[in-house]
Nanobody, 123 residues
Framework: QVQLVESGGGLVQAGDSLRLSCTYSGRGVDTYAMGWFRQAPAKEREFVAAISWSGKSTYYADSAKGRFTISRDTDEKTVYLEVDKLKPEDTAVYYC????????????????WGKGTLVTVSS
């Protein structure tokens, strides 16, 4: 059974930086691409970034380029999302997800989801 567990959310101030973590476990998930998504209040879920199973390839939504960085530690089985210069509009539940391939990850065809971690940015 594949499990994805996000952590690192909380209440932060605008302008701060934050690093979210997603620890994954389960058979075969080591070879999965991983992605981060977010859902702001009263808005649809949106793709943020994806990373290949090796960590060598990354892909970002246009809105995420410049302030968001996705990375992966394959030994620790953890994927990270660093967000710099947080803005109130970054307030959302951030979800980690896994896809069987990088191509599927960048087209939002995810196979497994975590339960999310809430990030609240105060102005």
């Amino acid at each position: 059974q594949v499990q994805l567990v996000e952590s690192g959310g909380g209440l932060v101030q605008a302008g701060d930086s934050l690093r979210l973590s997603c620890t994954y476990s389960g058979r075969g998930v080591d070879t999965y691409a991983m992605g981060w998504f977010r859902q702001a209040p009263a808005k649809e879920r949106e793709f943020v970034a994806a990373i290949s199973w090796s960590g060598k390839s990354t892909y970002y939504a246009d809105s995420a380029k410049g302030r968001f960085t996705i990375s992966r530690d394959t030994d620790e089985k953890t994927v990270y999302l660093e967000v710099d210069k947080l803005k109130p509009e970054d307030t959302a539940v951030y979800y980690c997800a896994a896809a069987e391939s990088f191509a599927r990850a960048i087209t939002d065809e995810m196979d497994y989801w975590g339960k999310g971690t809430l990030v609240t940015v105060s102005s």
